[in-house]
T-cell receptor, first 112, second 116 residues
């Protein structure tokens, strides 16, 4: 199993540009999550999904969109990038019977 | 709503001593799970320990134990016999199983430094 994979690992965006962060898991997990982590801070939940076709907002959803058309994939879309979106983005997944969340390696995004 | 509070931004401990990292939580969910994760300077998230809200006994995993006091809404992590490799950021987290099914919340973390 590859676990949770995220692409890209690094990205620099100009203000106003858009991009999609990809997240894929091969563990057949129901739950998937997107977090952002600013330097020295904790993880803030952006969006989460409890299954294909179902998504819900977390603490900091503004400026982001998600979709969950398959169990495996949970892409995060940034529209009109702003410097405040400079952060490390983590995708995670977990199964109904699992305890831990399995995290991807993260995407380091800089908006200038 | 869910909230996790970690009141210790930084902690120091001498190698081989025990240390307690504090975590308090709030939730409207009658059933939930509590978690601790370690994030070393390399950035990956490492799962340490889990406690279910209906578990009668405190969870233990090797040198890690979770001091769960449901009435006080606290879930402190105890690391025994600290090692230099324990230096990292530690996050307390929770996940709801009913009203907030699937929703996950993390605290702001505690940076632990183990001194030789």
């Amino acid at each position: 199993n590859a676990g949770v994979t995220q692409t890209p690992k690094f990205r620099i965006l100009k203000i106003g540009q858009s991009m999609t962060l990809q997240c894929t898991q091969d563990m057949n997990h129901n739950y998937m999550y997107w977090y952002r982590q600013d330097p020295g801070m904790g993880l803030k939940l952006i969006y989460y999904s409890v299954g294909a076709g179902i998504t819900d907002k977390g603490e900091v959803p503004n400026g982001y969109n998600v979709s969950r058309s398959t169990t495996e994939d949970f892409p995060l879309r940034l529209e009109l990038a702003a410097p405040s979106q400079t952060s490390v983005y983590f995708c995670a997944s977990t199964g109904t019977q699992d305890y831990e969340q399995y995290f991807g390696p993260g995407t380091r995004l800089t908006v200038t | 709503a869910q909230k996790i509070t970690q009141t210790q931004p930084g902690m120091f401990v001498q190698e081989k001593e025990a240390v307690t990292l504090d975590c308090t939580y709030d939730t409207s969910d009658p059933s939930y799970g509590l978690f601790w994760y370690k994030q070393p300077s390399s950035g990956e998230m490492i799962f340490l320990i889990y406690q279910g809200s209906y578990d009668q006994q405190n969870a233990t995993e090797g040198r890690y134990s979770l001091n769960f006091q449901k009435a006080r809404k606290s879930a402190n992590l105890v690391i025994s016999a600290s090692q230099l490799g324990d230096s990292a950021m530690y996050f307390c987290a929770m996940r709801g199983y009913n009203t907030n099914a699937g929703k996950s919340t993390f605290g702001d973390g505690t940076t632990l430094t183990v001194k030789p």
